[in-house]
């Protein structure tokens, strides 16, 4: 199975949104995955913040969440708040279809088991840790170097 099913919850998928199938391609058979089923829910910071409040007892929206399924075939459910990527975005000095196809890679490696735990940051407020590292590393082959510095330009 090699599945990736995308909704939206009371939003129009902005155009910046990357090819989720296309990406899950890439990550998952760039690790050696063979099989997935991913869902992802594009959702508001209302919607964002009852998920993060109900699982993980944070009353806050974020950006990403991320719930595996723990069992043989690698998947599970991806939140993805697009007003909280959007302005992450502006923050991060990036596009919203750069940092949405970051978050949405995070997601996809924790997935596949990946964690950052135990990550630091340096006197810049960067943070470092392997995993961060394969995450940029992804995004950056699935961005043409000459349409990231174009983006960052606008």
């Known amino acids: 199975m090699r599945e990736v ?6 939003l129009e998928p902005p155009p910046w949104t990357p090819d989720f ?8 058979t760039g690790l050696g995955i063979d099989s997935w089923d991913v869902r992802v829910l594009l959702c508001r910071p209302d919607r964002m ?8 007892d944070k009353d806050a929206a974020t950006d990403v969440l991320t719930f595996d399924d723990h069992d043989d075939i690698r998947g599970g459910d991806i939140a993805i708040c697009t007003d909280i990527v959007s ?7 990036a596009s919203p279809a750069e940092e ?15 964690t950052h735990s135990g990550a630091s940051l340096d006197s810049n407020g960067a943070t470092h840790h392997p ?5 940029e590393r ?8 000459d349409a990231r510095e174009k983006e960052r330009q606008c």
């Open 100 to 114: 949405c196809l970051r978050v949405y890679v995070h997601a996809l490696l924790h997935l596949c088991g990946y």
């Open 49 to 56: 913040r009852d998920l993060n409040r109900e699982f993980r």
């Open 21 to 28: 199938a296309k990406v899950a391609e890439t990550v998952f």
């Open 5 to 10: 099913d995308v909704s939206a919850d009371e």
């Open 138 to 145: 992804i995004v950056a082959s699935l961005i043409p170097r």
């Open 131 to 135: 995993m961060f590292e394969i995450q």
């Open 87 to 93: 302005e992450n975005a502006t923050s991060f000095h």
